[in-house]
């Protein structure tokens, strides 16, 4: 079964930048859509974004379009979540899986926006 292990994550002020990846193992993503989703705590995990297998096809969450930029790495199997312009509102833990049908999820990693 592959697994997801996220990082990037960080602490910053509003308006900053950070660059989430998702390295996979045991298996490859090249086939798949992947996507990142997020969860606060006491709320549901959300979607964020998605890219097509080959990278051609992109979709965010309306939120965040315009501000975040998914892209994937196939040789590396690895899925990236560059995020710019980082409001409050952006905080949660960050996941990657596959999309739309996810497996286990990983730990995330953690963003966090003051303002």
């Known amino acids: 079964q592959v697994q997801l292990v996220e990082s990037g994550g960080g602490l910053g002020q509003e308006g900053a930048t950070l660059r989430l990846s998702c390295a996979a193992s045991?298996?490859?993503?090249?086939?798949?859509?992947m996507a990142w989703f997020r969860q606060d705590p006491g709320k549901e995990r959300e979607f964020v974004a998605a890219?097509?297998?080959?990278?051609?096809?992109?979709v965010y969450e309306p939120s965040v379009k315009g501000r975040f930029t998914i892209s994937r790495d196939n040789p590396k199997n690895m899925v990236y979540l560059q995020m710019n312009s980082l409001k409050p509102e952006d905080t949660a833990v960050y996941y990657c899986?596959?999309?739309?049908?996810?497996?286990?999820w990983g730990q995330g990693t953690q963003v966090t926006v003051s303002s």
């Open positions: 045991g298996g490859t993503l090249s086939t798949y859509t």
């Open positions: 890219v097509s297998w080959n990278g051609a096809n992109t």
């Open positions: 899986n596959f999309y739309p049908s996810t497996t286990s």
